[in-house]
């Protein structure tokens, strides 16, 4: 029996050491400069911060001061304008890699520009080539017209319609290559953009600047 009872205060002994261990110790020094210690998160050091220290006196966590509602929207604002400009940074790096993957050096950012340029160009003659079409069109109609002393209301119906037929489509090809030159003045502001940066990354890079141009 006494062997029994010797057992079981060991026991007892063992469990209460290791609570006595896993026991959390709160500091702080408060508002008006005095150190404070407890057992549990200490309510006169809420609006600053405070250390959880182990059993041994050592360090566990530093917890900071609780906010008010106010205080605490401040901060949730404060920490999303900071993911806001790092994810910014994080997107113009990614497009700074991009711009010196794409054109390493302004030879080839040079002769992208005339490509794309070259092929609206292509698109622009095509229209220019219909309007040709479309005047001469308008020159054998006006002819016809003659027959009738320059009245559209006295020619017949099949005339008016090609009259109008051959304005309307003049009319949309006129704006089509306003449009297309529209097209070449974005291309080449893009182009202007993307090489006031690229000059920059070019000489960080030591990349050569390649031939002259715009």
């Not at 209460?16 to 200490?42: N, W």
């Not at 360090?59 to 205080?71: D, H, M």
């Amino acid at each position: 029996m006494t062997a029994f009872r010797t057992a079981a205060v060991l026991v007892v002994g063992s469990l209460l050491g290791a609570a006595a261990l896993a026991q959390s110790i709160y500091t702080c020094v408060d508002s008006r400069g005095r150190k404070l210690t407890s057992d549990r998160p200490i309510a006169e050091c809420n609006d600053r911060e405070q250390l959880e220290l182990n059993s041994s006196g050592t360090v566990r966590r530093k917890i900071g001061p609780s906010l008010t509602a106010p205080e605490q929207a401040a901060l949730e604002k404060k920490q999303r304008e900071e993911a806001l400009a790092k994810a910014r940074l994080e997107e113009e790096k990614r497009r700074d890699r991009a711009l010196l993957t794409r054109y390493p050096n302004k030879s080839v950012h040079d002769q992208e520009r005339r490509d794309a340029l070259a092929q609206v160009d292509v698109v622009i003659e095509a229209a220019r080539h219909r309007l040709v079409t479309l005047q001469k069109q308008r020159a054998d109609i006006n002819t016809e017209l003659e027959f009738y002393k320059g009245d559209p209301a006295r020619a017949p119906a099949s005339l008016r319609r090609q009259l109008e037929d051959n304005t309307q489509a003049t009319a949309i090809q006129n704006r089509f290559i306003a449009d297309q030159e529209e097209e070449k003045r974005r291309i080449n502001a893009r182009f202007d953009e993307d090489l006031q940066r690229l000059r920059q990354l070019w000489a960080l890079s030591g990349a050569p600047a390649g031939t002259s141009g715009r």
